[in-house]
């Protein structure tokens, strides 16, 4: 806590192009959480290290999701933005945390089942203990909250468990967080194949639409989304490539799917689908805009990302000195 207001942790990779899914699903609740809460937003770099990157283009995405954080109504003044790369208790909170962490558990850890059957020829150490880096993120803060998504739970109830454990051995070091279960962000599946979610890293660029997407590309890959041959407008799981699209409507208009339906009512699949390249465009392009003005001065994003590391660093710096002490490290004897 920080006076009477929670705090919260999450972070984004700079991996690949963000798409409409993450925005709608993940990035647009930060922002309304950032009236809410203390707010640390990373974009975790030391994380995707553990894929091969390219290093220019791992540089480059990582500005690009600052700003973009910005961009989306994150005010840098109010919540924390930085790269984690930046504040080095991160890895140092990791270390201790791999000791208090049993290979068995990281072996149950079904994301690292997943990647390492994707990327055989580089199964590091780095990926197995992947979800330790995550749980030194969000106690480093002393965080009350995270929220992820389904996919994430695993990890965090890990980090549940890590600071309980180190609790249990070394009196309340850790604040044990909860995963934020409200109002979720909205789940957006691919646009060819409604059973996948939308993921930066599908294959078919018509299944995403990507942040920075222009007007005639959304409305195209709106066109082109895969629905049915019932020919009417219903939200419901035996349609769910048109309730993938209901659900991109919603999110973007604020309306609510029953609303949707109703204003649709007997109209076509064309004539809707084109309503939702719309209200998508209505969306991404002033976000693009915004985005495009701030990245144009270098000197003030500078400014945030110092400003920002520093301030992360100093509340980090206070959670690292007292577990550093705790499990018996020399003080740092000044003068
Ligand atoms: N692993 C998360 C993801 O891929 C990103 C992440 C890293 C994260 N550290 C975190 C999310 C801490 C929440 C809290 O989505």
């Known amino acids: 806590m920080i006076g009477d207001r929670k705090i919260l942790f999450s972070g984004m990779q700079a991996t690949g192009n963000l798409t409409l899914g993450n925005y709608l699903g993940?990035?647009?609740?930060?922002?309304?959480l950032s009236e809410e809460y203390e707010c640390y937003y990373a974009v975790v770099d030391l994380h995707s290290i553990t894929v091969r990157q390219d290093p220019a283009e791992l540089r480059k995405r990582a500005r690009a999701l600052l700003t973009l954080y910005i961009a989306a109504g994150i005010d840098p003044e109010k919540s924390i933005l930085y790269y984690q790369s930046h504040v080095s208790g991160h890895a140092e909170l990791a270390w201790i945390l791999n000791c208090f962490t049993y290979m068995g558990e990281l072996n149950r850890m079904t994301q690292f089942k997943d990647k390492?059957?994707?990327?055989?020829?580089?199964i590091n150490a780095?990926?197995?203990?992947?979800?330790?880096?995550?749980?030194?993120?969000?106690?480093?803060?002393q965080a009350d909250v995270v929220p992820v998504g389904v996919d994430q739970m695993q990890h965090l109830e890990l980090t549940r468990n890590?600071?309980?454990?180190?609790?249990?051995?070394?009196g309340d070091v850790f604040t044990v967080p909860e995963a934020y279960i409200g109002k979720v962000g909205a789940k957006i599946m691919s646009l060819q194949d409604p059973s996948k979610k939308m993921s930066k890293s599908d294959e078919n660029p018509?299944?995403?639409?990507?942040?920075?997407?222009d007007p005639d590309t959304i409305r195209r890959k709106c066109k082109r989304a895969v629905t049915d041959s019932e020919g009417e407008i219903r939200y419901r799981d035996e349609q769910p490539g048109l309730k993938n699209l209901i659900d991109i409507y919603s999110a973007c208009t604020g309306k609510g799917p029953d609303e949707v339906v109703n204003a649709f009512a007997g109209r076509g699949y064309g004539e809707f689908k084109e309503a939702v390249g719309d209200a998508v465009v209505a969306v991404l392009q002033p976000l693009q805009e915004r985005f495009r003005e701030l990245e144009k001065d270098k000197a003030a994003i500078d400014a945030v990302i110092r400003n920002n590391a520093e301030r992360a660093n100093a509340t980090a710096i206070k959670t690292l000195r007292k577990v550093q002490k705790k499990v018996g490290f020399p003080e740092r004897v000044r003068g």
Not at 116 to 122: E, G, I, R, V
Request: hydrophobic letters at 55%.
């Open 26 to 32: 993940a990035l647009k609740n930060w922002v309304a």
């Open 116 to 122: 390492a059957a994707k990327h055989q020829d580089n």
């Open 126 to 141: 780095g990926l197995f203990t992947y979800p330790v880096l995550m749980a030194a993120d969000i106690l480093l803060y």
């Open 206 to 213: 018509n299944a995403s639409i990507y942040l920075m997407d």
């Open 162 to 170: 890590l600071a309980e454990r180190f609790n249990a051995v070394y």
